[in-house]
């Protein structure tokens, strides 16, 4: 399966942005380990800090990817253009969040990108990736 990953603003601050909510591992070194628990796969990853960029990208994975796993991060409580594009999309996506957002600050705890998606893993830190990737196999 050919399945890509996409994070959203902030996310490539991860390992150093809010260690105690989102853990002290960079993006980077967990996509090492996850390409190598899923060798069988091809797992490829994009992170942007801009919204059109995400959506754009969306799009171009509809014709190259079987699958698609996504932390929106902020833009999941703001973004219908993104939600849209997902409903547009032909592949399923599967969003993920590494903090529990029904346990955090009122505005973070609607995802209009969720709606659109296949399914949503929250709270699971960055093992969420790994488990949205397991649901897809």
């Given amino acids: 399966m050919k399945i890509l990953i996409i994070n959203g603003p902030n996310l490539n601050l991860l390992g150093t942005r809010e260690p105690d909510i989102y853990g002290s591992t960079s993006f980077e070194a967990f996509l090492d380990e996850l390409k190598k628990r899923f060798a069988n796969h091809q797992i490829d990853f994009y ?5 059109g960029c995400l959506i754009d990208k969306l799009q171009k994975a509809d014709n190259q990817y079987d699958a698609v796993v996504m932390n929106p991060a902020a ?4 973004s219908i253009a993104l939600a849209d594009c997902i409903r547009a999309i032909h592949i399923p996506v599967i969003e993920v969040h590494i903090s529990n957002i029904s346990q955090r600050e009122p505005y973070r705890r609607h995802s209009y990108t969720a709606e659109a998606c296949k399914k949503c893993i929250s709270g699971k830190g960055l093992e969420g990736y790994a488990l949205a990737i397991q649901s897809l196999l």
């Fill in 47 to 51: 992170q942007s800090n801009h919204e």
């Fill in 75 to 78: 833009y999941a409580h703001t």
